[in-house]
């Protein structure tokens, strides 16, 4: 991923919360049918660990080798931004259209699991968490529903982790415009409807947390 040294995110902190924000990874890999790339939802285990499962029927732990490199793209906000939101530009017009995001490259060895208790441990750690935070109190569990239909649900699944090796993180904000018009993309992404991105940005601004 290219990444100029103004947009490189470096703050563990703020790559967590991107995970975290964004789960649904694009998990790309070489395989001997090509590339190949699955949408899977993925949970930051301890000891640099990403936790998640895939479908029984899904070639992806046929394909890919046990311990090969493989890539989880999690991709945060993003919007298009009109030089139309600069201040400065009826002055000079020496601005183009662009596009802010975030995004985070997590690099690791795969490896799947086939047995019951690993596939009972990646559904429950993954319903949980997320179940949790959507439901508080009334979060659904794996014993509400019934035990021999929740054994046919995760005989059709294969757990897999991916240990990690190295990430690269991107927040492309406007970090290389004047501080009016950086503002100025602060308000044209609201108007737009791209508040989350805006918010993001406002973090950014000094005095602001």
């Known amino acids: 991923m290219y ?47 990403l936790i998640g499962h895939v479908a029984l029927a899904n070639d992806m732990h046929r394909l890919i080798t046990e311990g090969q490199e493989v890539l989880a793209i999690f991709r945060g906000e993003d919007a298009y931004i009109s030089p139309n939101f600069y201040p400065s530009k009826p002055e000079h017009h020496r601005h183009v259209p662009t596009w802010n995001y975030r995004v985070a490259h997590v690099y690791g060895r795969v490896s799947f699991q086939h047995d019951e208790r690993a596939r009972r441990a990646a559904v429950g750690l993954l319903t949980r968490y997320h179940e ?30 991916i240990s990690v090796t190295r990430t690269l993180a991107k927040s492309k904000l406007s970090q290389n415009r004047e501080a009016r018009d950086y503002l100025g993309a602060v308000a044209g992404l609201r108007d737009s409807g791209h508040d989350a991105l805006a918010d993001q940005m406002v973090r950014r601004l000094p005095g602001e947390s």
């Open 3 to 49: 990444i100029p040294s103004h947009f490189q995110e470096v703050d563990p902190a703020e790559i967590a919360a991107l995970i975290e924000a964004a789960p649904l990874a694009c998990i790309i890999a070489e395989t001997s049918e090509g590339l190949i790339a699955n949408h899977i939802p993925l949970l930051a285990g301890s000891k640099g660990v």
């Open 132 to 161: 949790r935070r959507l439901n508080g109190e009334n979060a659904w569990r794996m014993a509400d529903a019934p035990a021999d239909y929740m054994q046919q649900m995760l005989g059709g699944i294969v757990a897999l982790r």
